[in-house]
């Protein structure tokens, strides 16, 4: 993934056990913790170049 990238689709569970979708929050700022960063890339292990 590169910066510019379109991020896939993040499905989760709110602090109250709400279903929630990274598509909710389109358009706005957003950081995502560490749980979602490792369904994106599969590890947080940096490779080398």
Do not use: F, H, W
Not at 20 to 31: C, E, P
């Amino acid at each position: 993934m590169n910066i510019g990238d379109k991020v896939p689709e993040i499905l989760g569970k709110d602090e109250q056990g709400r279903d929630i979708r990274l598509s909710d929050y389109r358009g706005r700022k957003l950081v995502l913790g560490q749980e979602a960063c490792q369904r994106l890339y599969g590890s947080l292990t940096p490779t080398a170049a």
